[in-house]
């Protein structure tokens, strides 16, 4: 176990440094292109003044975690020891094919001066395409069976062929709800760091390679980031940023093959999620709305609370949850 902490704390240690010279380097280029954020224009008026911030900052934490875990591979070939390393690749390939995805998003929007960019069906197919993919190959290299665990028990259900629905379901479900998550100073960064901190002490407790570096370069990525990204934001991370993130989260949770955990430890994403279904179905069937704003961090917002105060409570509510979910497991 005291070799998985060094893991993950090199990892987190070269990601943070990584992540934060990164933004020194690219921030400023990406405010001399004029890479800024378009605000939505049915958003709170009060984000208007965060029109022109730099966006997809992402790539500063991207950039980071690729060439530390890169570092990390290469080490590992030298050990013959590559094949541990078999679900952090394959969960990278599906955090960066959602990054790309992201990256032409938020550069759509950029072309087109809206805060609009593909077409929800254009996204939504591709989004498949990567899970697919991803299912597929874990599969492949015997990372994924059909058995599902049910948490808090030791009772396990195989789905059979169904188990690949129900994973492309999760994957692209969750992927959007942290994307839709980014739209608060910090918010994103936040709850995903305490995420990972719960999925590195889940790797290091059960001598997981994979899983405890992935996890030590999230911590530290996230960390790096926060400070260009912290109220007021100095830099959003965009799409590119936020569906590489999805990607990485989603990958967590079939890196040990506990998909029904995601529920838990991400409830805040997909709290996000469904507070969007709810209000767009409410005022279709009734022409009414539950919530004064959604996603529900900007009901919150509404409702007098501070940008800084939905990150807190929503960070503490992940933090309780995830300690929760160790029981789960």
Same mark, same amino acid.
């Given at each position: 176990m005291k070799e998985q902490w060094i893991l993950f704390g090199i990892a987190a240690g070269v990601c943070f440094l990584l992540t934060a010279l990164l933004g020194r380097l690219i921030i400023p280029k990406l405010r001399e292109k004029k890479v800024g954020q378009v605000i939505y224009n049915l958003g709170p008026a009060w984000h208007q003044s965060k029109a022109g911030t730099p966006t997809m900052g992402g790539v500063c934490f991207i950039l980071a975690i690729l060439l530390c875990l890169l570092g990390f591979g290469v080490y590992y070939l030298i050990r013959s020891e590559q094949s541990k390393l078999i679900p952090l690749a394959l969960t990278l390939s599906l955090a960066v094919m959602n990054g790309m995805i992201g990256f032409v998003d938020d550069y759509c929007k950029l072309m087109k001066k809206q805060n609009q960019g593909l077409k929800a069906y254009q996204k939504a197919a591709l989004q498949v395409i990567a899970a697919l993919a991803y299912i597929l190959l874990m599969q492949a290299f015997g990372n994924l069976d059909t058995l599902l665990h049910i948490p808090f028990t030791d009772r396990y259900v195989d789905l059979g062929i169904l188990y690949y629905v129900f994973a492309m379901f999760i994957i692209v479900g969750v992927v959007n709800s942290v994307n839709l998550t980014d739209g608060i100073d910090g918010l994103a960064s936040t709850v995903t760091l305490v995420v990972f901190c719960f999925f590195g002490f889940? *790797?290091?407790?059960?001598?997981?390679?994979s899983l405890t570096l992935l996890s030590g370069a999230l911590v530290g990525g996230m960390i790096g980031f926060l400070i260009y990204n912290l109220h007021p934001a100095k830099v959003f991370m965009g799409d590119t940023g936020s569906l590489f993130l999805g990607g990485v989260v989603t990958g967590a949770v079939f890196v040990i093959n506990e998909p029904m955990i995601v529920f838990i430890v991400g409830f805040v994403y997909i709290m996000e999620s469904v507070s969007v279904i709810l209000q767009? *179905? $409410?005022?279709?069937?009734?022409?009414?709305?539950?919530?004064?704003?959604?996603?529900?961090h900007h009901h919150f917002?509404?409702? *007098?609370? $501070?940008?800084?105060?939905?990150?807190?409570?929503?960070?503490?509510?992940?933090?309780l949850l995830c300690a929760l979910a160790w029981f789960a497991l």
């Open positions: 889940v *790797g290091i407790s059960y001598l997981h390679d767009v *179905g $409410s005022f279709k069937l009734r022409n009414k709305r539950i919530f004064k704003m959604a996603p529900i917002e509404k409702c *007098g609370w $501070s940008e800084a105060k939905v990150v807190l409570v929503f960070s503490t509510v992940t933090a």
